[in-house]
């Protein structure tokens, strides 16, 4: 069975999928033994080229990577992984028999999370990885999660400017807003980050980027620095906000009809009830009296009242929304 018929095939929802990557058939069957009887499905490979193969085929949800393999060793193919867009995010446990210090940093420096030292001790190996595949796990939950609240996110490796991870949702927007895909991050992003390092570094938020949609002024991509999650890598959180969604937003909070919200939107637009009754292709007066109906709901008396009140709202729910 080749890699990509295999990766068609692997049972995610039941099994998490260990690639193990040894140039010794011993060690290879007896790690194999121990996570197949703990319920893994397990993938191997002997030499680094194999493994960067059938990581990128079959996306692993964790690597056990032998350092030392004759031609390509586990550095290079760690650093290989963590330079590929669709690897990078894949947790690296390295299985060494060297102890000094050096190599040991060598294996961390290169992308690995761990290490465990040789020979290797089934038992030692499976809480490793049950660390790490938790950690993971909580890590794309999170990302999975912001999703479903429309927050894309992607993560950008500073010094090379790739991309080196992103959500569904982000590769979407990505591609809509800039026709781009990892591992190219947009080159208005990119300049934006590194503009703005420096006081994220000191912990000052920097200004949002915002990009207009091509097809209409109405919707617009937001871009906000969230945190640093590596020596050299930003995550950088995403949104796509239009009238709409602010107008809906504006309707559930404050319970008004449809209509009702869209008349307080004009108006913390500054528009009049002239121009709003052009907008929303109504009379003035209906306007007025919608506006009324805002206004008992609110709790206020007067357009300003209601317009600060229905702002300060915005700014809790949608912090990049221009007035």
Request: charged letters at 25%; one cysteine or more.
């Amino acid at each position: 069975m080749n890699d990509r018929v295999l990766a068609q095939t692997l049972d995610r929802a039941n099994s998490d999928v260990v690639l193990i990557v040894d140039d010794v058939p011993d060690n290879l069957s007896v790690l194999h033994d121990a996570l197949d009887e703990s319920g893994f499905t397990v993938l191997v490979a002997t030499h680094g080229e194999a493994a960067l193969q059938r990581a990128a085929q079959a996306l692993p949800d964790i690597v056990l990577l032998d350092a030392m393999m004759p031609g390509m060793d586990g550095f290079e193919v760690a650093k290989r992984l963590k330079a590929d867009a669709r690897t990078a995010h894949i947790p690296i446990i390295f299985m060494t028999g060297l102890t000094e210090t050096e190599y040991l940093v060598a294996a961390l420096d290169s992308g690995g999370v761990d290490y465990v030292t040789k020979p290797i001790k089934p038992k030692e190996v499976l809480a490793r990885i049950g660390v790490h595949l938790q950690s993971a796990r909580e890590k794309r939950q999170a990302r999975n999660a912001l999703d479903a609240f429309g927050y894309a996110t992607i993560t950008v490796r500073v010094s090379d400017g790739k991309l080196m991870w992103q959500t569904p949702l982000a590769r979407a927007l990505l591609l809509q807003y800039y026709s781009t895909s990892a591992p190219q991050t947009p080159e208005a992003v990119l300049t934006w980050l590194r503009r703005n390092l420096a006081d994220a570094e000191r912990q000052i938020e920097p200004p949002r980027l915002v990009c207009e949609s091509a097809d209409s002024v109405a919707r617009r991509l937001t871009f906000r620095l969230h945190q640093q999650t590596g020596d050299d890598d930003w995550l950088i959180i995403m949104r796509e906000e239009s009238d709409d969604t602010v107008i809906q937003a504006m309707s559930l909070s404050f319970k008004l009809t449809a209509r009702e919200a869209e008349v307080l939107y004009w108006v913390v637009k500054g528009k009049i009830n002239r121009d709003i009754g052009d907008i929303l292709g109504t009379s003035p007066m209906t306007v007025k009296k919608h506006l009324e109906r805002v206004f008992a709901k609110l709790g206020v008396e007067t357009r300003t009242a209601a317009a600060g009140m229905a702002m300060g709202r915005i700014r809790q729910l949608h912090p990049q929304f221009e007035q």
